[in-house]
């Protein structure tokens, strides 16, 4: 422990000395105004390519700013949202500066369920980071202490990276953030319920059109291929977590995704070429091919997401879906977990309100009147399930659950918002031991009310709310208070 208090006040008094501004390359998963902002925009058209990945690029979002001009046809929502979005972009992209930050939190329980957050995972941390960017290359180093952790690492370095721009292809290696789908309060593959996994990540810098006649249809298009380790407390100690992603906006109020991630190898499990392969062409269930449990290859998940902004009806409103795969069936994904929801945005008080109202189930074949139970997220050989340290890595409620969740944000151009989140939940409906949330059945709501501002100090956060859950293992009911901040070193 000492060791690690050492390496944090070391990245303290880098911070301390290093010159003062901002720079990423990246707009990271977890700040809920941030992608209100760019949603917000992306539905006026102002933003063309796709904003379901997560982390976005900030090359392609400040391209698509850099060629808009046409701000009097925006309203005045519109235009807090794009005067948020261009000073954030302003920072993030200076060149050969450095940024440094110190950051905290304290809390009264920490919330059972995340949504889109980049809230603190324990009753206490402390964190320090200093970053970098060039023209080609950036990096970051992140630590956090923790005080109790619920995977007893109480030393992280969460959020850190180093990455380059090679041709339009930025590849990082890191431990970030993801977040695939449309959904606010959830991703049914890949989200930032459990941190972030260390390994690899390959996505496009700038995101145009393809200029062929055959594939210029699709539109601004986005890929994202990720291959990370998982943590070695596990059945299978150390297996790979691989992922691909593809994005397309055939229409700008349209925006399409296919997703497959899948764990493969680890301690005793083969990884050679040909495991690989019969991974990727989907010849990875027993019986096939002559596999049996020695050397089938994996567990996959795969399926798609869709988010129409309407346009048939005076409202601001859109519709989004997602469904993703535990099975394969003749070359598709089957036996499907859902997500549907629908948001809409108006100005209310010369302030912009979102509303988003989301439903989701984990149970596999969710539309059936009897779905099939024990099986999201779980699999016969890598039995601590679809999980990285103890935590779901697509949903968080784990299999076998269902959610329906209100959440609200209002918002203007002062930097402060306030956020409001409401969520039914009925988690683990069969029981299931290696379940994140409990190891028996529970019901349960969870009520939450913050208020965050952003100026040159920093960030703050404050939360008030409550939950009530009965599980076993551990008291997850009552009052939720919690502060944070994140203060830049200028």
């Not at 105004?33 to 979002?61: C, E, F, N, Q």
């Not at 007893?152 to 953030?177: C, E, P, W």
């Not at 991703?187 to 393809?210: C, T």
Request: proline residues 4%; neutral net charge; hydrophobic residues 40%.
């Amino acid at each position: 422990m000492k060791s690690a208090i050492k390496a944090f006040l070391l990245i303290v008094n880098l911070a301390w000395v290093a010159a003062a501004a901002h720079a990423e390359p990246w707009l990271h998963a977890g700040d809920t105004l941030l992608r209100h902002d760019i949603t917000m925009l992306a539905d006026a058209g102002v933003i063309t390519s796709p904003i379901s990945t997560w982390p976005l690029s900030v090359a392609s979002v400040d391209a698509d700013l850099q060629r808009f001009t046409a701000t009097q046809n925006l309203n005045q929502s519109q235009l807090d949202s794009l005067n948020r979005l261009q000073r954030k972009i302003e920072r993030e992209k200076n060149l050969q500066q450095t940024r440094r930050t110190v950051s905290g939190a304290a809390s009264r329980e920490v919330p059972l369920v995340r949504s889109f957050s980049d809230i603190a995972r324990s009753d206490l941390e402390v964190g320090a980071s200093i970053s970098q960017l060039s023209n080609r290359f950036a990096f970051r180093i992140d630590v956090q202490l923790a005080d109790n952790a619920k995977d007893a690492k109480n030393v992280r370095l969460d959020g850190s990276y180093v990455a380059g721009v090679f041709g339009n292809t930025i590849i990082s290696a890191g431990a970030v953030d993801k977040w695939w789908g449309p959904g606010w309060q959830g991703s049914l593959i890949y989200s930032n319920n459990a941190r972030p996994i260390p390994g690899i990540a390959l996505q496009r810098n700038f995101v145009k059109p393809f200029q062929s006649k055959w594939l210029s249809w699709m539109g601004p298009w986005n890929y994202m291929i990720t291959a990370g380790q998982l943590e070695s407390d596990r059945v299978i100690p150390n297996p790979y977590h691989l992922g691909m992603r593809l994005t397309f906006k055939p229409r700008y109020n349209l925006e399409i995704g296919l997703s497959r991630t899948a764990q493969w190898g680890g301690d005793g499990r083969p990884t050679t070429s040909d495991s690989l392969l019969d991974l990727l062409l989907g010849q990875d269930n027993r019986g096939s091919d002559g596999l049996d449990a020695s050397t089938e290859p994996g567990n996959q998940l795969a399926g798609f997401d869709i988010r129409w902004k309407q346009g048939l009806l005076p409202i601001d409103l859109a519709l989004y879906a997602q469904a993703i795969g535990e099975d394969e069936a003749g070359g598709f994904p089957s036996r499907y977990m859902g997500l549907v929801g629908m948001e809409h945005s108006q100005t209310i008080f010369n302030k912009n309100l979102r509303v988003w109202l989301e439903y989701a189930d984990t149970a596999c074949d969710f539309l059936e009147s009897k779905p099939k139970l024990n099986c999201a997220y779980t699999h016969s050989i890598y039995q601590s399930g679809y999980r990285h340290r103890g935590e779901s890595i697509g949903h968080a409620i784990d299999g076998d659950g269902r959610s329906l969740s209100f959440a609200a944000i209002l918002s203007d151009d002062s930097q402060v918002d306030w956020q409001m989140q409401l969520h039914k939940l009925n988690l683990n409906r069969a029981p299931d031991n290696f379940h994140s949330k409990s190891n028996v059945p529970v019901d349960g709501f969870q009520f939450e009310l913050a208020r965050t501002s952003n100026n040159a100090w920093g960030r703050v956060r404050g939360n008030i709310g409550y939950q009530d859950f009965d599980v076993p293992r551990d008291d997850v009911s009552g009052l939720m208070i919690g502060l944070e901040f994140t203060k830049h070193l200028d």
